[in-house]
Every structure is written in C-alpha cells, then in structure tokens.
Nanobody, 123 residues
Framework: QVQLVESGGGSVQSGGSLTLSCAVS????????LGWFRQAPGKEREEVAV???????DYSDSAKGRFTVFQDNAKIRMSLQMKSLKPANQAMYYC?????????????????WGQGTQVTVSS
C-alpha cells in the first residue's frame, strides 16, 4: 500500500527558508515520478517540482533557482528545499506519486497523494 506523508511545513518570514519532507512507503516501482504540488485558497493545484526516477527534475518557473527537490539514497524520503520564500508561495503543499510518468506528464498522472503540509509566508 502506497503512503506519502508530508512534514516540515510552518510559518516563515518573507526571504526565509523551509525544507519539506515526504516519507514514501510502498512505492516500489522501477520507473516513477514523485512531485511536489501546492494549492492556495481559491486557486487550482499546481506543480512545484517533479523528480523522475532517473534523477532528473522539473521545476515550475516560480521554483527555478530557489527550490531544490531531492531524494535520499534509500528512496524512502523526498524533500523540497525552499529558499527566498515569498508571500506568493504560501499554500498547502502536497507530495504526490505517479507510476506512469514520461517526459510529458500532467497532474492527472499523479494517482497517489499525501495529506499536505501548510506553508505560511508573512511579509
């Protein structure tokens, strides 16, 4: 049974940093994607960063240069390091997993989701 459990959210001032973690269990596929998505009140859920099983990563335009997604060697934890946070980054952040995930994917490919962790950024 696949389980994704996020942690590490919290409150930070603008310009600060946070690292989110996603504990991954039961996700034993040879090829996959694990990603971070976020959703602010009244807005659609959007991609932040996606890590492919070959180690490559995709980032949204707003995340490039400030956020880094990585996985530990044992592949039981995926993390998102966020720097220079802005109030616009405030949202619920979700960890998600996709079994079928090529170079071209959509949010609909992600069938496994965690419960989310809140990130609050004050100006």
């Amino acid at each position: 049974q696949v389980q994704l459990v996020e942690s590490g959210g919290g409150s930070v001032q603008s310009g600060g940093s946070l690292t989110l973690s996603c504990a991954v269990s039961g996700f034993t596929y040879r090829t996959y994607c694990l990603g971070w998505f976020r959703q602010a009140p009244g807005k659609e859920r959007e991609e932040v960063a996606v890590l492919h099983s070959d180690g490559t990563a995709d980032y949204s335009d707003s995340a490039k240069g400030r956020f880094t997604v990585f996985q530990d060697n044992a592949k039981i934890r995926m993390s998102l390091q966020m720097k220079s946070l802005k109030p616009a980054n405030q949202a619920m952040y979700y960890c998600a997993g996709a079994v079928v995930c090529g170079r071209y994917y959509t949010i609909r490919d992600f069938s496994y989701w965690g419960q989310g962790t809140q990130v609050t950024v004050s100006s």
